[in-house]
């Protein structure tokens, strides 16, 4: 069983920046694609990034040039930078993870933290 633990939401003004974690444990010798979802008030959960096996990255057209995906495995923790942050960018983040890329993809992963919350003031 994989946790995922996410961090590091908070309140910021428009045009700044925040660094969102998600602490995984509980892993087999599974290798696992992550990715970070968000969701809004009264709308769909949509895909923000995905860094799969090979660390290969995908954004959202929405966020491209301003938020950038990456992990440590080290640590065994993934990160979500993110810059230049817009009102619209006010949600509630979850990081997910599961072995099939195009699972997460469709954002039907296996595992799911509980979220992180971002607001973005204008």
């Known amino acids: 069983q994989v946790q995922l633990v996410e961090s590091g939401g908070g309140s910021v003004q428009a045009g700044g920046s925040l660094r969102l974690s998600c602490a995984a444990s509980?892993?087999?010798?599974?290798?696992?694609?992550m990715g970070w979802f968000r969701q809004a008030p009264g709308k769909e959960r949509e895909r923000v990034a995905t860094i799969d096996t090979f660390v290969t990255t995908s954004y959202a057209n929405s966020v491209k040039g301003r938020f950038t995906i990456s992990k440590d495995n080290a640590k065994n923790t993934l990160y979500l930078q993110m810059n230049s942050l817009k009102p619209e960018d006010t949600a509630m983040y979850y990081c997910?993870?599961?072995?099939?890329?195009?699972?997460?993809?469709?954002?039907?992963?296996?595992?799911w933290g509980q979220g992180t919350q971002v607001i973005v003031s204008s």
């Open positions: 509980g892993y087999t010798n599974i290798r696992y694609s």
């Open positions: 997910a993870a599961d072995p099939d890329l195009s699972r997460l993809w469709l954002g039907r992963g296996q595992y």
